[in-house]
């Protein structure tokens, strides 16, 4: 295991050594919301439209070869990085959004019916909860929710008690962008793959903390976004499994997804290009592929190592604060303080933090069903990423004290 030299790490990032308003530093704790990019990142795009550009897989020319190669080259590397049997089971998308949108289109629209139901946990982002409230009402089928309890745990026996011959699909984040809770995937994989129910996981806040083999989860679809993991926004990734995305009508129509078109009848692409309609997010993919590259080079275990101690000290360090409560005490969490303090409003506290450099999320981070679970109108979100530091930390802690000395 390499050792993780964070001054360096941070000598890689461009925005983060910027001084904000009157020359502050900028203290940025927003990456559950997006991460900040490495010039590799930057530069790789830069590099793309400067030397490559072109349309792919249509070209017999040069330049539509080169920006094909490397659109390949992208996907075997996310699919490497994720431990997928094949590169065509990678779907390049928009994100994570539309990975859950495919998937409920295309698989959900086939094989849910009148009376189905869809498992759910009650940490869902918006975005793998109301995709599968259009299919739900679409097809008369509905959601069953499993709940969470204070400390923002899954109650897995109330998700195995929900798994019934009407489950289509358990549905379920592999950790919560609002209280960092890792879930036991794998184990409810295994309990769902029982009952030969197939599972989705949302991996967007989970791909960049842990190292993800969906081969060894043995999940069915996995999705993320490439902005939140070091890449550029407006590219993300659906994993499936062959046999499920083979056996998927297709999403979009259009070219590209095609083999054979006449007016009478088409004949689809074979993966990964029959759900990849159209011409894709090229500069985004190849970005996507350099964050890959970036973060297998950093080593990805040696990354959580460092941000599981940060995560121990910042958790520690902000009991200091008068009032504050910590939203999301799971055994099992990463990168994510969630908190309210006593007296304060969450947005009061947001605008203050921002005040003095320190960017943090408020509100209730597209989760309001878990917000309602845990009474609450909102929090204030800190999330950490490989380039903070302990220092940052302090200054957050210190803040917060002024925050709390202001406002009460
Ligand atoms: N799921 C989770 C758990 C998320 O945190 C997010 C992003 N906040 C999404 C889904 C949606 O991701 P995107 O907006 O990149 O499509």
Not at 67 to 75: L, N, Q, V
Not at 152 to 178: F, K, P, Q, W
Not at 312 to 332: K, W
């Amino acid at each position: 295991q390499t050792t993780f030299d964070v001054a360096r790490v941070r000598a890689d990032f461009p925005a983060l050594h910027q001084r904000i308003y009157d020359g502050r530093p900028l203290v940025y704790l927003d990456n559950a919301a997006t991460t900040q990019k490495p010039q590799v990142v930057i530069e790789r795009i830069r590099d793309f439209y400067m030397r490559e550009n072109a349309n792919i897989h249509r070209g017999v020319h040069y330049l539509s070869q080169l920006a094909s190669d490397a659109y390949d080259e992208a996907r075997r590397l996310v699919a490497d990085f994720i431990g997928a049997p094949d590169p065509s089971q990678v779907i390049f998308t928009r994100g994570t959004t539309e990975s859950i949108n495919l998937v409920a289109a295309t698989y959900g629209r086939r094989h849910v019916g009148e009376g189905d139901e869809i498992v759910l946990s009650a940490m869902e982002h918006h975005s793998n909860i109301v995709p599968w409230q259009l299919l739900c009402e679409e097809k008369g089928a509905r959601l069953r929710v499993v709940p969470v309890d204070e400390r923002g745990v899954l109650d897995l026996e109330a998700l195995e008690r929900s798994l019934t011959e009407r489950t289509r699909l358990v549905a379920i984040a592999h950790v919560s962008n609002a209280l960092g809770t890792v879930n036991p995937v794998r184990e409810i994989i295994r309990m769902a793959h029982a009952r030969g129910i197939p599972v989705l996981v949302d991996g967007a806040q989970a791909i960049q903390h842990l190292e993800v083999n969906v081969a060894e989860l043995d999940c069915d679809f996995y999705c993320f976004s490439g902005h939140k993991m070091y890449g550029p926004t407006g590219i993300g990734i659906l994993y499936g499994k062959a046999e499920l995305l083979e056996a998927m009508p297709p999403y979009q129509g259009g070219g590209d997804m095609i083999e054979r078109v006449t007016f009478e009848r088409t004949t689809f692409n074979r993966l990964p290009y029959k759900f990849e309609a159209g011409t894709p997010h090229i500069a985004g993919a190849i970005g996507l592929g350099a964050a890959v590259a970036y973060l297998n080079g950093l080593g990805r275990a040696a990354v959580a190592h460092y941000e599981d101690e940060l995560l121990r000290y910042a958790t520690e360090r902000l009991q200091d604060v008068p009032g504050l409560r910590l939203i999301g005490t799971a055994p099992h969490k990463v990168s994510v303080l969630s908190f309210v303090i006593d007296g304060v409003h969450p947005y009061d506290a947001g605008t203050l933090l921002d005040q003095m450099g320190i960017a943090v999320r408020t509100g209730h981070h597209c989760a309001q069903p878990l917000m309602d679970r845990l009474g609450l109108p909102g929090t204030i979100r800190a999330s950490l990423a490989l380039y903070n530091t302990r220092e940052e930390i302090d200054a957050l802690v210190e803040a917060l004290h002024r925050v709390v000395r202001m406002l009460r």
